[in-house]
């Protein structure tokens, strides 16, 4: 994206900034080869429909994506092959880099469904949500994000969250106002909440997670699975080991295994196992059920 | 069959319209309640267009990458806009984000608007030449089949296109009474708190009057005070006549045709054509 600014001192290059090395030259064409070969994947009105329903939609999950870049598709007469969505959306991902924006994918901590969120890649901070938040709510939010970053289960307490007012340095909000606005970010699909603790949302891991990693390094958790960024999750509890794992990932890493075993230092894995179809049903029910063990067959979708 | 029942249908309609701008402009601002920001107007009167050589002058001396650039933020400006529906002001646009590629600026919009029709199928659209005022407007086809995907539902549009049917039924203007009752009938009462749309009132005179769907205005000699609804600029830009009378043909059992006027008003502007499948749009 951004220009690259000339090396004078590359391999086998003389000081003059006129003649370009030999490696830069190839670079150079290799660009070029790509920039040729994306723009053979141009955008068409189904690409465009399949953005228009994502900037209305901010997230979907993966079946209802490919469900609507067939319909896309099939809308406007372009040919259609199921398995192609991932290039289907690097032709709108490739557009729309420019302007800091791209369709990203991320799994969801709590069903275990991968999901696809439009978002804002700037580097600056919290951009994407400055035009609908004040500052006072930025830095309510900001202070959210603190206590469920920091915290073990990857929750934060609607409690806990009402006492960070105290320390604000922006216009202190009130009780209803922090609550109002709480309620909103769940609207906006910033956090979820269940039973007065505030989460992640899926769409704002996603979007998010390349702010969180570098604002919060020391303090992030990584899936030892799927090596993305963790909030909820299960942890080794072998001090010198300390593993974490999303319970979606625990559920698919130790099904069928009768005895579940840490898969970093091998000591027995002394949590509860959720089970595949218990994790599907666990947007409406909230539990973690017993492990049960099915088949794959039996995979319930929502 | 009750005019709530439509509402769903009419969030679709609202949500997925295309039209080609007007090309006849509605009566400049006449905006009663006029509380836009009005700080930056100064500067668009300061502001001259550049021309052609000037522009082409501004260009050599850039790089693609700078322009490139520039243009990207002028979309990402827009979009943030846009997703409030407040259109934008090219005083606005000039001062925070164009700046000092002020004289290139026509080539920067030229770009931005391709930009918005090739990746995201919208219409840059000016809804206002005297005051320089843009808004983004959809221009994919309705599509025969709906979307898999079920939009967050928007309730506001549905009670908006209740009220623009209503002025385009009547003539196009119609007295601020008629509107109020159309709403209490359907259950919104202006006066009360609504759970949903929270202020009715202000929401139908501040919110929609900003966003250009609708005009308020005084009616003159009028005492108590009296206002009048228009169409607005976004209205005319986003919303179908045509869909609107062919919805009231279903409601009323009637061929759309029966009602000569509004027919002819839905029909006539030129491009006014909604079968068309010709996606390439005009410049």
Not at chain 1, 21 to 34: D, G, I, L, M, S
Not at chain 1, 89 to 115: A, C, V
Not at chain 1, 212 to 224: A, E, N
């Amino acid at each position: 994206m951004a220009s690259r600014s000339s090396s004078s001192t590359a391999a086998g290059g003389s000081d003059s900034p006129q003649k370009p090395t030999k490696t830069k030259r190839t670079r150079r064409k290799r660009r070029k080869a790509r920039a040729v070969g994306d723009m053979s994947r141009q955008m068409g009105e189904s690409h465009r429909r399949f953005l228009q329903t994502m900037m209305v939609s901010g997230v979907i999950d993966e079946q209802a994506a490919k469900a609507l870049y067939q319909y896309c598709c099939e809308t406007h007469h372009t040919q259609y092959a199921p398995d192609k969505l991932e290039d289907f959306i690097d032709t709108i991902n490739s557009r729309l880099q420019p302007m800091f924006m791209q369709i990203r994918k991320g799994m969801s901590e709590n069903n275990g469904l991968q999901y696809y969120a439009l978002v804002n890649m700037a580097e600056t901070d919290i951009t994407r949500m400055s035009s609908d938040y004040a500052d006072n709510e930025l830095e309510l939010f900001r202070k959210t994000l603190d206590l469920i970053v920091c915290s073990e289960n990857g929750k934060a307490s609607s409690t806990d969250i009402l006492n960070s007012t105290d320390s604000m340095t922006t216009r202190k909000m009130k009780k209803s106002e922090t609550e109002h606005l709480l309620s909103r970010l769940v609207h906006d699909k910033w956090l979820s909440e269940k039973r007065g603790e505030y989460t992640l949302s899926t769409r704002c891991i996603i979007e998010m997670e390349p702010y969180i990693r570098t604002m919060y390094q020391d303090h992030i958790k990584v899936c030892h699975i799927c090596r993305n960024i963790a909030f909820q999750c299960q942890i080794c509890e072998n001090p010198t080991c300390g593993i974490k794992i999303h319970n979606p990932c625990v559920a698919r890493y130790f099904k069928g295994k009768s005895e579940p075993r840490c898969p970093s230092c091998d000591d027995f894995w002394p949590h509860e196992i959720p089970g595949i179809c218990c994790l599907f049903s666990n947007a409406v029910s909230g539990h973690i059920r017993p492990p049960v063990v099915r088949d794959s067959q039996t995979l319930v979708h929502i | 069959m009750t005019f709530g029942d439509s509402l769903p249908f009419m969030r679709c309609v609202a949500m997925t319209q295309r039209k080609r701008p007007s090309s006849t402009q509605s009566s400049s601002q006449r905006r009663h309640t006029g509380n836009l920001v009005a700080q930056d107007e100064d500067d668009d009167a300061t502001f001259t267009q550049p021309s052609t050589s000037q522009v082409q002058r501004g260009l050599e001396k850039l790089t693609p990458a700078q322009v490139d650039q520039k243009t990207a933020e002028v979309v990402q400006y827009f979009l943030v806009k846009d997703q409030k529906k407040m259109p934008v002001r090219r005083a606005d646009l000039v001062k925070h984000v164009v700046k000092d590629y002020r004289n290139i600026y026509p080539e920067i919009l030229k770009r931005a608007a391709r930009t918005f029709d090739q990746v995201f199928g919208l219409k840059l659209v000016e809804i206002d030449p005297k005051n320089k005022m843009y808004i983004l407007v959809n221009n994919l086809e309705t599509p025969d089949k709906a979307s898999p995907v079920r939009s967050p539902s928007n309730p506001k549009m549905g009670l908006l296109l209740a009220i623009l049917s209503v002025i385009f039924m009547k003539g196009g203007v119609v007295r601020e009474n008629l509107i109020w009752n159309t709403l209490r009938k359907l259950r919104v009462d202006p006066g009360e708190k609504h759970e949903e749309f929270g202020d009715v009132r202000k929401m139908v005179t501040d919110e929609f009057v900003r966003q250009r769907y609708l005009e308020y205005v005084r009616i003159p000699h009028t005492e108590p005070i009296e206002h009048e609804f228009r169409w607005g600029q976004r209205a005319d830009a986003e919303v179908s006549k045509a869909k609107i009378l062919e919805f009231m043909g279903e409601l009323h059992e009637q061929d759309p045709k029966t009602w000569t006027q509004q027919y002819r008003q839905a029909h006539s502007l030129p491009n006014s054509s909604q079968a068309s499948t010709s996606s390439s749009s005009q410049r």
